[in-house]
């Protein structure tokens, strides 16, 4: 069923406006500076080709409302052509610029609101539906009068989830995709790897989407009864990954809220996919993902990182499209291995007061895979310093964590509160924050890989959080603190794993591993290393009440006296993924 113009939703509150348009601001830096989108454009203005309307039906008889852009080609010549999708929770304009992009190269823009959201109808059901609705949708694509009968996929962000979960399913139709700062892992998301539910991010985005229907049952009520990993996560998670028979490219960012999940994801769609799809996967890592509005420090060259994903993307989409269409030239394809990264390291600018200071960072570098790395140790010691050698006797250092005063979230893996590599210092000086520093570095180190912390802790409560930071302390003259890797939170009941809590003895001492997210970071010599251990961190983190009530329960806000221990047998420690320079060259040239 066609639908008139007049009915197009429009997004009615900022906070959606203003999240959405973030991509739109994406695809309109692609568009500045891709000279293969540039070249193929070649002075046409796709953005004006009309939407056409639909309501698509499902196999259930809910409808999805569906705008289709079809490129000037198919009027010239009536080929059959190719369609890249993209299904938002946004509204139908929320991406509309993503469009553009593959128009000039004849394809199709589908652009669908998912399930429950925008014009469509039906109930939001957190991707109960997406390989559903993702198969129905494509099978209705390849019945136009214009398809070919190839399908593509674009999603970022929400978009990119379903793209992933579209995969729980075969789908025939589809041939690639660009998957964009997302994951096929929802819970990973929602309660931190399995651990602390991520309050701010959950809590505002769920707000969004009520606002769609706000006579449903609260989404977020719904969500924090799963707390633990349950049938409901398994039915939203991809594991079956012989599903995915083609290639894709991958975008990822340090920065960004769902970077450990989605490079998990690349890994699951490069290492366990079918035979077509197994080796043939990319994956760009940029600084930034979804956090793209803080200025604090200066990622130089680093929205290269989109412009490459797009035409690589275009790339693939060609390659397995049926049309003689003529190649993309070396110079856009060949510069990139499998895995490329964005190194960062100090910034050239901290804030708006300091001027120019020599870095080893800030580049990017391409390879076959991932660097191998080193490990390197330090101990933590009472006297609050990181050392080579672990100390000779153990000690045991206590702070309280009072629940009604938590550490407030400054920067780090974000998106509706302040995020990036942000100055720790305003926190640091907290009674409930225990700091442990390097010596100032006489070279430089390399990191680049998955950083980890052991700890031996305890506490006099049933449950508590202990988490970790990583950053670089700059020269006293600059007297920063900048938020490298980390803000980790181990919510101690899920020590064991995810699916059963697990409740402390009071004043038993437990050795915990905290694997914190990928980073890629140079260290200058001139600069400490220090790691921050708490136990809180909010908005990011729920607060831990201490009472070892699950995260829906209400119950009393206990003082905890939480201790670490150093030293002795097992000593607690951080431990660098290091990498040599000929590992991460800058080697990538445009």
Known sequence: TMLPRSLRFVVAFSLLGAFAFNFNDIALEIKSKSKLYQKQASGSLPQNVEPISYMVPMRDGVKLYTNIWIPPIYDEFQTRLPAVMDRSPYGPDATQNFADLYLPWGFVAVMQNQRG?????????????????????????????????????????????????????????????????????????????????????????????????????SYEKFVLKEEGYSEFWANRTLTNLTTVNFPAIHLAGWYDIFLQPMLDSYMDY???????????????????????????????????????????????????????????????????????????????????????????GMYWTTGPDFPTPTNMTFYLTGSNSLDSTPPASSLQMTYVYNPANPVPTIGGNNLFIPCGPLDQTPVESRNDVVLFTTPVLTQNIA?????????SVASNCTDTDFTVKITDVYPQSYNVSVLVSGDVDLRMRWRDGDVKPKLMVPGQVYDVEIPMWHTCYIFNAGHRIRLAVSSSNFPRF????????????????????????????????????????????SNVLW
């Open 447 to 455: 990191v680049c890989g998955r950083i980890v912390v052991k700890l």
């Open 270 to 360: 490069q290492t366990l996919s079918s035979p077509n799809a197994r080796g043939h996967q990319h994956l760009i890592v940029e600084p930034r993902g979804h956090c793209l509005s803080e200025d604090f420090i200066d990622f130089e060259w680093d929205t290269l990182g989109y412009v490459w994903a797009y035409e690589r993307s275009v790339a693939i989409f060609l390659d397995q499209d049926d049309r003689d269409f003529p190649e993309i030239p070396q110079e856009f394809t060949g510069k990139l291995d499998t895995v490329t990264l964005y190194v960062m390291g100090p910034s050239y600018w901290i804030g708006s007061s300091h001027g120019k200071r020599e870095t080893t």
């Open 117 to 217: 959201t925008g014009n469509s109808e039906g109930n939001f059901t957190f991707w109960n539906n997406a390989w559903t609705d993702g198969y129905d949708t494509m099978e209705w694509v390849s019945q136009q009068p214009w398809s070919n009968g190839k399908v593509f996929q674009m999603g970022a962000s929400a978009d990119g989830i379903l793209s992933y979960l579209d995969m729980l399913h075969p789908q025939p139709r589809l041939h690639g995709q660009w998957l964009i700062f997302a994951t096929s892992y929802p819970y990973d998301i929602t309660f931190l790897d399995g651990t602390a539910y991520r309050e701010s991010l959950v809590h505002n985005w769920l707000h969004i989407m009520q606002k769609f229907r706000p006579d449903a049952p």
């Open 542 to 585: 729920s607060v831990n009440p201490n009472n070892g009530l699950m995260v829906d329960q209400d119950g009393p806000l206990n003082v905890a006296a939480n201790s670490i221990f150093v030293g002795g047998n097992d000593p607690s420690a951080l431990i660098l993924p290091t990498v040599t320079m000929d590992q991460i060259p």
